[in-house]
């Protein structure tokens, strides 16, 4: 079956550092690809998206570019803020799998002024 | 623009209790999905509805019930509690067939507690 395998954490980072989280995916054809990130007490949100191979999903600084050959999709953010803390996941749906979600174990990561 | 919004936010119960967990979605949303979240394990799909009237088992359905009576409603009931089912639940739900690439809209969650 599909699977999401999302780096462990948590993440501690220094304000302005850059970072990756690193996620990679098991997945039959070609499913959308999504990073969520969830802020304390809170539900989560989408952050970005790509939806085909070689897209490049981008939103408030980060960005992930949907690797077919690695089967894999890294989020990356060049100078990340202390509003930046969060618990960021992973998360595939399969074409035409509209009730199959799949979603990483998620990265909290913390940054640290 | 409420989005989906759950309630309570929280609650505590003791083993044997029963209630319900309610969620709205104002967005016309064809699908909707109940997860728990618990701490190392991510989102675990309980159960998932794809229209009004229909219900679907997900990962981890035993202990709890849910219905779908109204297109923006899908209640979660959990009909007697065990401290197994402390968790924070999210509701969820996302546009209708042909649209895998939508995401799913989350509400804020909510917190449970059986002692």
């Known amino acids: 079956g599909d699977s999401v395998t999302q780096m462990e954490g948590p993440v501690t980072l220094s304000e302005e550092a850059f970072l990756t989280i690193n996620c990679t995916y098991t997945a039959t054809g070609y499913p959308s690809l999504f990073w969520y990130v969830q802020y304390p007490g809170e539900g989560l949100q989408l952050l970005l998206k790509?939806?085909?191979?070689?897209d490049k999903g981008s939103n408030k600084g980060f960005e992930a570019t949907y690797r077919k050959e690695t089967t894999s999709f890294h989020l990356e953010k060049g100078s990340v803020q202390v509003s930046d803390s969060a618990v960021y996941f992973c998360?595939?749906?399969?074409?035409?799998?509209?009730?199959?979600?799949?979603f990483g174990t998620g990265t909290k990561l913390q940054v640290i002024p | 623009n409420a989005g989906v919004t759950q309630t309570p936010k929280f609650r505590v119960l003791k083993t044997g209790q029963s209630m319900t967990l309610l969620c709205a979605q104002d967005m016309n949303h064809e699908y909707m999905y109940w997860y728990r979240q618990d701490p190392g394990m991510g989102l675990r799909l309980i159960h998932y509805s794809v229209g009004e009237g229909t219900t679907a088992k997900g990962e981890v359905p035993d202990g709890y019930n849910v219905s779908r009576l109204k297109k923006q409603n899908f209640l979660l009931g959990l009909e007697s509690a065990a401290p197994s089912q402390t968790s924070v639940y999210f509701c969820?739900?996302?546009?209708?067939?042909?649209?895998?690439?939508?995401?799913?809209?989350f509400g804020d969650g909510t917190r449970l507690s059986i002692l």
């Open positions: 790509a939806t085909k191979a070689d």
């Open positions: 998360a595939l749906r399969p074409p035409g799998g509209y009730q199959k979600v799949t």
């Open positions: 969820a739900s996302s546009p209708g067939q042909g649209m895998s690439n939508q995401p799913q809209h």
